[in-house]
């Protein structure tokens, strides 16, 4: 039953893209992801692509007709990577499909080896005595699964967040996760690291899930595992970023403006087609949709923020640039393509009619209305916490995002153009009622 279903899966994937190839979509919102990922593809924070995507930005902002449009420089703490291998030496030698982590620190060239110690969660590595892992290599299992609301990122996404740095600290040599994802094909997931002030950077890597099955599998038979690995990126300071802004402005400038968030760059081994063109085109075509309705009351302005992937560089880069201008509510879009079926909001209590409004607009597209609260994104949030603002999160269905994310297979043919049309439509919809509030907006 398993197998028939997953060929199903596979098969209506086909049918999906091939479609998709066959008859495409002439939307703003698909000739923005389909030429970005095209003409531009990986866009790592700091790295010349991601400065060719803000060159590339800039033109079709433009040419799209918005105005003022900008690019903001600034510069952060990058990454780059190099050569990654791993391969299980004992007690079976077996070749390991891994990718480093962003942040991760180098191995000599030739790499190092040392004992595999195996950790179920990230929880037992916490639990470990002090200088337990001095001279080792630990790894750490999790047991992520995929659902709608992609809530499992938070709490299993620790492995990769701060399980290096736990490691570290309690005098592992280097570290290797299984990959934050939910898919069972053999790519490793990138994605970003931090080590904890004063805690020594090591060498950091996740191991595809078929991986890291094989791996659980040779701990429980309780023989000691060896490992030799070689990761040589490394951090790079000061290298260049920055934030590609367009507006579409409002009849009364003196109104605070609507903030729409999105990010350009993307972790460099697929094209970053679902994290996060989409995003980025989605809002873009929901502001002209908007336009093409008479000029809003507000100003819309659009954020394309850089470096999210490495530590939310653009949204703080942001808040801090534009810290005097009044903004009054926020969204994001950057979870992917898949359809919306979830609104919630962070709005003051005197708002309260207006979210019945966009709850109503939004009923139509199959969205239903969440009773949590709204809470943004990483490239809003600065700006939403540093004045309070009012907040509409469109939620989108995560059930697949990841199984993609971060990895090579984050490409345009992993979008289904009607779902991507779909959350246009829900955003335009919410945009022709907030954009057109006169009234003041509030957050909590
Ligand atoms: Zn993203």
């Given at each position: 039953?398993n197998?028939?279903f997953?060929?199903?899966?596979?098969?209506?994937?086909l049918?999906?893209?091939?479609?998709?190839?066959?008859?495409?979509?002439?939307?703003?919102?698909?000739?923005?992801?389909?030429?970005?990922?095209?003409?531009?593809?990986p866009?790592?924070?700091?790295?010349?692509?991601?400065?060719?995507?803000?060159?590339w930005?800039?033109?079709?902002?433009?040419?799209?007709?918005l105005?003022?449009?900008?690019?903001?420089?600034?510069p952060?703490?990058?990454?780059?990577?190099?050569?990654?291998?791993?391969r299980?030496t004992?007690?079976?030698?077996?070749?390991?499909?891994?990718?480093?982590?962003?942040?991760?620190?180098?191995?000599?060239?030739?790499?190092?080896?040392?004992?595999l110690?195996?950790?179920?969660?990230?929880?037992?590595?916490?639990?470990?005595?002090?200088?337990a892992?001095?001279?080792?290599?630990?790894?750490?299992?999790?047991?992520?699964?995929?659902?709608?609301?992609?809530?499992?990122?938070?709490?299993?996404?620790?492995?990769?967040?701060?399980?290096?740095?736990?490691?570290?600290?309690?005098g592992?040599?280097?570290?290797?996760?299984?990959s934050?994802?939910?898919?069972?094909?053999?790519?490793?997931?990138?994605?970003?690291?931090?080590?904890?002030?004063?805690?020594?950077?090591?060498?950091?890597?996740?191991?595809?899930?078929?991986?890291?099955?094989?791996?659980?599998r040779?701990?429980?038979?309780g023989?000691?595992?060896?490992?030799?690995?070689?990761?040589?990126?490394?951090?790079?300071?000061?290298?260049?970023?920055?934030?590609?802004?367009?507006?579409?402005?409002?009849?009364?400038?003196?109104?605070?403006?609507?903030?729409?968030?999105?990010h350009?760059?993307?972790?460099?081994?697929?094209?970053?087609?679902?994290?996060?063109?989409?995003?980025?085109?989605?809002?873009?075509?929901?502001?002209?949709?908007?336009?093409?309705?008479g000029?809003?009351?507000?100003?819309?302005?659009?954020?394309?923020?850089?470096?999210?992937?490495l530590?939310?560089?653009?949204?703080?880069?942001?808040?801090?640039?534009?810290?005097?201008?009044?903004?009054?509510?926020?969204?994001?879009?950057?979870?992917?393509?898949?359809?919306?079926?979830?609104?919630?909001?962070?709005?003051?209590?005197?708002?309260?009619?207006?979210a019945?409004?966009v709850?109503?607009?939004?009923?139509?597209?199959?969205?239903?209305?969440?009773?949590?609260?709204?809470?943004?994104?990483?490239?809003v949030?600065?700006?939403?916490?540093?004045?309070?603002?009012?907040?509409?999160d469109?939620?989108?269905?995560?059930?697949?995002?990841?199984?993609?994310?971060?990895?090579?297979?984050?490409?345009?043919?992993?979008?289904?153009?009607?779902?991507?049309?779909?959350?246009?439509?829900a955003?335009?919809?919410?945009?022709?009622?907030?954009?057109?509030?006169?009234?003041?907006?509030?957050?909590?």
């Amino acid at each position: 039953m398993n197998t028939a279903f997953l060929r199903a899966a596979a098969l209506s994937a086909l049918v999906l893209s091939t479609a998709a190839r066959a008859d495409e979509p002439q939307t703003t919102a698909w000739r923005i992801l389909a030429d970005l990922t095209t003409e531009i593809g990986p866009r790592l924070p700091g790295s010349p692509r991601e400065a060719a995507a803000r060159d590339w930005a800039v033109a079709r902002l433009s040419a799209l007709g918005l105005a003022n449009v900008r690019s903001e420089a600034f510069p952060i703490q990058g990454w780059v990577r190099g050569e990654e291998t791993a391969r299980l030496t004992a007690p079976y030698p077996q070749a390991l499909h891994i990718t480093a982590l962003g942040n991760s620190a180098p191995t000599p060239a030739g790499g190092i080896s040392g004992e595999l110690v195996y950790f179920p969660s990230f929880q037992a590595l916490q639990a470990a005595p002090d200088g337990a892992l001095k001279g080792k290599i630990a790894f750490i299992d999790h047991a992520m699964r995929a659902n709608q609301d992609g809530s499992g990122y938070g709490p299993y996404g620790q492995a990769r967040r701060q399980g290096p740095s736990v490691a570290a600290a309690k005098g592992a040599v280097a570290v290797v996760i299984r990959s934050i994802g939910t898919d069972h094909v053999r790519n490793p997931h990138t994605g970003v690291t931090n080590f904890a002030k004063g805690a020594a950077a090591i060498p950091a890597g996740a191991v595809s899930n078929p991986d890291a099955d094989l791996i659980a599998r040779v701990a429980r038979s309780g023989k000691p595992m060896q490992l030799a690995l070689t990761l040589t990126g490394k951090p790079q300071a000061n290298l260049p970023s920055g934030n590609v802004i367009a507006e579409v402005p409002g009849r009364d400038p003196s109104l605070p403006a609507i903030l729409l968030g999105c990010h350009l760059d993307s972790w460099d081994l697929g094209t970053g087609a679902i994290d996060d063109a989409s995003g980025c085109a989605i809002i873009t075509d929901a502001a002209l949709r908007l336009r093409a309705q008479g000029q809003p009351l507000r100003t819309v302005r659009l954020l394309w923020a850089g470096s999210e992937e490495l530590g939310g560089f653009g949204g703080q880069a942001y808040a801090a640039a534009h810290a005097d201008q009044p903004h009054a509510l926020a969204m994001e879009s950057d979870f992917g393509a898949d359809r919306v079926w979830r609104v919630r909001f962070r709005l003051a209590e005197a708002n309260r009619p207006l979210a019945d409004r966009v709850a109503a607009a939004l009923a139509p597209l199959g969205i239903v209305r969440g009773n949590t609260v709204a809470n943004g994104g990483t490239d809003v949030e600065p700006m939403i916490e540093r004045q309070k603002l009012a907040v509409i999160d469109l939620d989108q269905d995560g059930t697949r995002y990841f199984d993609l994310h971060h990895t090579p297979d984050d490409t345009l043919d992993k979008v289904d153009p009607v779902q991507l049309e779909q959350n246009v439509q829900a955003w335009t919809a919410v945009l022709g009622i907030v954009a057109n509030e006169p009234g003041p907006l509030g957050g909590l």
